[in-house]
């Protein structure tokens, strides 16, 4: 059997299993997203492997949307486009939310089936390219290879984001422009690669990285390599920073961080571009910041619990009489290590206070027994100076 046999001449529930788990991984559990089935009948498996292994307990988290659903299913789309709501937040169909879904706040699009009109794959992917506030960008998870239509000279102009009439015109216009479904051959196997990828940069450094089964799109909507990724990114950052040195003093102090994450966003690199970034160097315990060191200035990378270690055996914790105090700081440092220094930004402090206190703690009190609101954010302050002062 071939890739394109799965699901249509071939059921096999441990794969249907291991992808409804896969998708869950990589995406957060709010996210709306819709996934492209091969049929109904895939569409209904698939939405039953979503809910056995989802977080989130509505029982209405993952739901099918497909013509045999009648009424009941024109409902859930309506509910899925309401922006206002969150659940449905999954759905599955085949053919169904093809075109005429209006839910701007679609976060990703997830493929599990070849596509061979190059109208389709416009009218699937645009699906995710409706703008919405704070929406920056949305994610294809692409189990078929169909993105490789990105690449084909005949995918001419946007995404399709027309009104349903206009994408039927759209369709009609071109019904005779096909595509060979991808070759099965190049993607039934998904591994990581066994040798890494050497990067060289301008400065004579080589880099190796493991070269994800990941598509990156450019600014000029092409995609672009693991290394094109890259390359391109580390032409970016200097704009933010002119040396290692300042990178140091910016990621120490928790507004001028928040200030940097912001920049960084601008050129491309998020929270799940950060996630690559660390998968690519086999880095998933080192902080953002780590990993934008070495990739700037060769500096070798330390872990977030490397660096709580040598906190945790410096003066600023030692010295502390304050019994409380320390309890919180440790509390902030062991928060750290479990999810990094983008969480200790300047706007997140009365947050992580009320987390510390689990939503008990009146913050004009712990404030007072800190001695004052500014013995407390200098307290705050010297902490992570302490922590990325190397």
Not at 185 to 193: G, I, K, Y
Not at 204 to 228: C, F, H, M, S, V
Request: net charge negative; glycine share 6%; proline share 3%.
């Amino acid at each position: 059997y071939e890739l394109k046999d799965f699901d249509r001449k071939i059921i096999v529930p441990e794969r249907i299993d291991l992808i409804a788990r896969t998708i869950l991984e990589h995406i957060k559990p709010h996210e709306k997203t819709i996934i492209f089935c091969v049929d109904q009948e895939h569409a209904a498996l698939m939405r039953d492997a979503i809910n056995k292994h989802k977080t989130v307990r509505d029982g209405d988290y993952c739901v099918r949307v497909t013509s045999n659903e009648g009424e009941i299913g024109r409902k859930y789309l309506e509910l899925f486009q309401d922006n206002g709501k969150t659940i449905p937040t999954i759905l599955t169909s085949s053919q169904m939310l093809t075109t005429g879904v209006d839910a701007k706040n679609v976060r990703n699009i997830v493929l599990l089936r070849s596509i061979g009109s190059m109208v389709e794959f416009k009218q699937i992917i645009g699906r995710g390219t409706r703008v919405f506030e704070g929406k920056d960008y949305f994610t294809i998870i692409d189990f078929t290879g169909a993105t490789n239509l990105f690449y084909d000279e005949k995918r001419d102009g946007p995404m399709s984001t027309a009104s349903p009439e206009d994408q039927a015109k759209e369709s009609k216009k071109e019904k005779n422009l096909t595509f060979d479904p991808v070759s099965s051959s190049d993607h039934d196997e998904f591994h990581v690669p066994k040798q890494k990828l050497k990067v060289k940069l301008l400065d004579n450094r080589e880099l190796k990285i493991i070269n994800i089964e990941t598509r990156y799109i450019g600014e000029d909507g092409k995609p672009l390599t693991a290394e094109q990724y890259l390359l391109s990114l580390v032409g970016k950052l200097p704009a933010l920073y002119q040396s290692e040195e300042q990178l140091r003093t910016l990621r120490s102090d928790p507004k001028t961080r928040e200030d940097l994450l912001l920049e960084l966003r601008k050129i491309g690199l998020d929270e799940e571009h950060f996630r690559l970034l660390q998968a690519m160097f086999e880095a998933p315990e080192s902080d953002l910041f780590d990993v934008l060191t070495y990739l700037s200035y060769g500096e070798e990378m330390k872990t977030r619990s490397e660096r709580v270690g040598r906190v945790l055996e410096q003066s600023l914790m030692k010295k502390s009489e304050n019994l409380s105090a320390k309890a919180f700081l440790e509390y902030l440092l062991a928060y750290y290590q479990e999810h990094g220094s983008t969480e200790l930004v300047q706007s997140k402090m009365g947050e992580l206070i009320k987390l510390y206190g689990r939503g008990q703690i009146n913050i004009v009190d712990f404030t007072k027994a800190f001695g004052g609101q500014e013995v407390l954010i200098q307290v705050w302050k010297d902490l992570q100076k302490e922590l990325f002062r190397i």
